[in-house]
């Protein structure tokens, strides 16, 4: 049985039009059933505990990117065996990890059911599927960051903000599946000077002021993180002040577009 959700407050939300779309093909392919919606986070988990876990055995996702990531990091709530699918509404970079071109073959793969099995990474109580990256506000007290990897190396580290990939799928970094690298978020001014490239000078730093400076990087396979300052993700989730991230890690099966490698 197939459990269709999608994300009340999305940014890119299911009106009623797309509703009746995606209602018509995925009849069409003989797998419909109810779209049901979440409000929040806590809502989610909530419905995700209260499946019946003998009956469902495929979730699908209609939304966004940001929407597949807030799933994805509830599947603790979830066994192995489920399989998790993905109805893009807007182009981005989970549908094309998926290789779904549109909506349309995205409901296709559904109903073939191409799976592709893969590891998610814990980050706190969450996972991740691809990346995820971390900010960490500025501490009144100016104490660093602190990051140890595999309980062996630390690094101190000033304000900054955390990414994290996962790259367990390169069979050549199997041991160490968890990539690491870290962004100053400091921009040093330079002195106003009052000439005639004034002007100038001020739109080239307003155009290169978004460039990275990057403090660290390494691979691993768990990091801890220990901060003064309140940590948030990048769809604006909280986390405790120390966090590990890939302490633990589950199999994820993921319906595909991609065709079957031959053998």
Same mark, same amino acid.
């Given at each position: 049985?197939?459990?269709?959700?999608?994300?009340? @407050?999305?940014?890119?939300?299911?009106?009623?039009?797309?509703?009746?779309?995606?209602?018509?093909?995925?009849?069409?392919?003989?797998?419909?059933?109810?779209?049901?919606?979440?409000?929040?986070?806590?809502?989610?988990?909530?419905?995700?505990?209260?499946?019946?876990? @003998?009956?469902?055995?495929?979730?699908?996702?209609?939304?966004?990117?940001?929407?597949?990531?807030?799933?994805?990091?509830?599947?603790?709530?979830?066994?192995?065996?489920?399989?998790?699918?993905?109805?893009?509404?807007?182009?981005?970079?989970?549908?094309?990890?998926?290789?779904?071109?549109?909506?349309?073959?995205?409901?296709?793969?559904?109903?073939?059911?191409?799976?592709?099995?893969?590891?998610?990474?814990?980050?706190?109580?969450?996972?991740?599927?691809?990346?995820?990256?971390?900010?960490?506000?500025?501490?009144?007290?100016?104490?660093?960051?602190?990051?140890?990897?595999? @309980?062996?190396?630390?690094?101190?580290?000033? *304000?900054?903000?955390?990414?994290?990939?996962?790259?367990?799928? *390169?069979?050549?970094?199997?041991?160490?599946?968890?990539?690491?690298?870290?962004?100053?978020?400091?921009?040093?001014?330079?002195?106003?000077?009052? *000439?005639?490239?004034?002007?100038?000078?001020?739109?080239?730093?307003?155009?290169?002021?978004?460039?990275?400076?990057?403090?660290?990087?390494?691979?691993?396979?768990?990091?801890?993180?220990?901060?003064?300052?309140?940590?948030?993700?990048?769809?604006?989730?909280?986390?405790?002040?120390?966090?590990?991230?890939?302490?633990?890690?589950?199999?994820?099966?993921?319906?595909?577009?991609?065709?079957?490698?031959?053998?």
């Amino acid at each position: 049985m197939y459990k269709y959700l999608f994300n009340n @407050s999305s940014t890119t939300p299911l009106d009623e039009t797309w509703k009746s779309k995606i209602t018509e093909a995925l009849e069409k392919h003989h797998i419909g059933s109810v779209l049901e919606s979440w409000s929040s986070e806590e809502d989610l988990g909530s419905q995700l505990k209260s499946i019946n876990k @003998s009956t469902t055995n495929t979730m699908v996702v209609i939304g966004n990117d940001q929407d597949f990531a807030i799933l994805v990091g509830m599947l603790g709530e979830l066994n192995d065996n489920v399989a998790i699918g993905f109805v893009p509404l807007s182009d981005g970079s989970v549908s094309h990890r998926l290789a779904h071109k549109s909506w349309g073959s995205a409901i296709e793969a559904l109903a073939q059911r191409r799976i592709h099995e893969t590891k998610i990474f814990s980050v706190g109580k969450r996972y991740f599927l691809d990346n995820i990256n971390l900010h960490i506000g500025a501490s009144d007290n100016q104490l660093p960051i602190i990051i140890t990897a595999d @309980s062996k190396l630390s690094l101190r580290l000033p *304000d900054c903000k955390l990414r994290f990939e996962n790259i367990s799928d *390169d069979q050549f970094l199997s041991k160490m599946p968890v990539f690491f690298s870290a962004e100053s978020t400091h921009q040093h001014d330079e002195p106003t000077r009052l *000439d005639l490239l004034g002007g100038l000078r001020k739109k080239l730093k307003t155009a290169t002021s978004a460039q990275k400076n990057p403090v660290a990087s390494l691979h691993g396979k768990t990091f801890h993180i220990e901060s003064a300052s309140e940590i948030t993700d990048n769809l604006g989730r909280s986390y405790k002040h120390s966090l590990w991230v890939g302490k633990t890690s589950k199999s994820i099966r993921l319906i595909t577009s991609k065709q079957a490698r031959p053998s």
